[in-house]
């Protein structure tokens, strides 16, 4: 038998084999399309097998951010075969979020999830929601600027507290729509954790995103330029402030009220009196009324320096005009 015989018999062998697989497999079945999916989920007593239910509103999907897209768009396991699992695994938001998805993945709710185990941390569902999602610009959105606090407050439910007795939160009820939430300090979705010594020194940075004379100020202060040269070992806004409630100084609960500084202070400066808390953690100069000896001191040094300088470069300037002139005697 040649090798032509051989290589032609071999040929018509596997166009049978796939023939006869493909006829045994049947005809491939369409993709499931989301009016597929909204004809089961579509019924508000759908449940599954553990009595949950499985129910989504069509009409919550069509007002949401992500319309456009059909259902296999996100759980592409379910337009494989149906009816689908049971159980389907969880939509990977990072397919098209990536960016973001990085950012999350870096941050301390995904240690918590995907690290140490706690199933209650927070993912991109609890945050954005599920069918429902909406542009973070719209007031119906969880993540909308005003819903930030009661959003992170669902797992933070002390920390919300806190805020809400603040002077932000009051700022934020009162219309001040740059005032401080949540994801401002911590950051919306690479949120850190907030007792590492990386966190405490930019955090003084934060405060001054609002508070630029106030931190500038601080940084006249030994405790500014110690953290401005690293250290975390000093005193920073919130040490004083508080981190979530912080109130007025006239506030007799707030922490750097004249009722509490000794406190406040004591908590570093074991010993503190009521003399040693006079001193001005945010000295400004320019401010007569803040300090009118260090308003002087300033003044005097405004005067004295440029006088210093002054008298001596003419000084220098004559001596040089008179060496020219005498031919270089002395």
Not at 92 to 116: N, P, R, T
Not at 164 to 170: E, I, L, N, R, Y
Not at 250 to 259: G, L
Request: hydrophobic share 40%; proline share 4%; charged share 20%.
């Amino acid at each position: 038998m040649s090798i032509r015989v051989i290589r032609f018999a071999l040929v018509v062998a596997a166009v049978c084999a796939m023939s006869v697989s493909a006829a045994a497999s049947g005809p491939s079945s369409p993709p499931a399309t989301s009016e597929d999916c909204v004809a089961c989920h579509g019924d508000a007593g759908a449940r599954r097998a553990d009595g949950r239910s499985i129910a989504v509103d069509a009409a919550r999907v069509a007002a949401s951010i992500h319309a456009p897209l059909g259902c296999v768009d996100c759980h592409a396991e379910a337009g494989k075969e149906l009816p689908h699992p049971d159980r389907l695994a969880k939509v990977a938001c990072g397919s098209c979020h990536d960016d973001v998805a990085g950012k999350y993945h870096d941050s301390i709710h995904a240690w918590a999830k995907e690290k140490a185990g706690l199933v209650g941390a927070p993912s991109c569902a609890d945050c954005h929601g599920t069918h429902d999602v909406a542009p973070h610009t719209a007031a119906t959105s969880r993540v909308y600027r005003d819903r930030v606090p009661a959003t992170c407050g669902a797992c933070h439910a002390g920390v919300r507290e806190k805020y809400d007795a603040g002077v932000h939160a009051a700022a934020l009820k009162n219309g001040a729509s740059n005032a401080p939430v949540c994801i401002d300090c911590h950051a919306a979705h690479a949120t850190a954790r907030t007792d590492t010594d990386a966190w405490r020194l930019r955090v003084t940075g934060e405060c001054g995103t609002c508070h630029a004379n106030i931190v500038g100020s601080y940084r006249r202060t030994f405790h500014g330029k110690a953290t401005s040269l690293g250290s975390a070992r000093v005193a920073a806004c919130a040490d004083c402030h508080g981190a979530h409630d912080i109130r007025t100084a006239a506030d007799t609960t707030s922490t750097v009220s004249n009722a509490r500084l000794v406190e406040t202070c004591g908590r570093c400066h074991q010993g503190a009196t009521a003399k040693f808390v006079q001193y001005d953690p945010h000295p400004d100069p320019s401010d007569y009324s803040r300090g009118a000896v260090l308003w002087w001191a300033n003044r005097f040094y405004w005067l004295l320096i440029p006088g210093c300088f002054g008298f001596f470069g003419l000084h220098s300037a004559l001596w040089y005009w008179r060496s020219r002139n005498d031919g270089g005697r002395s």
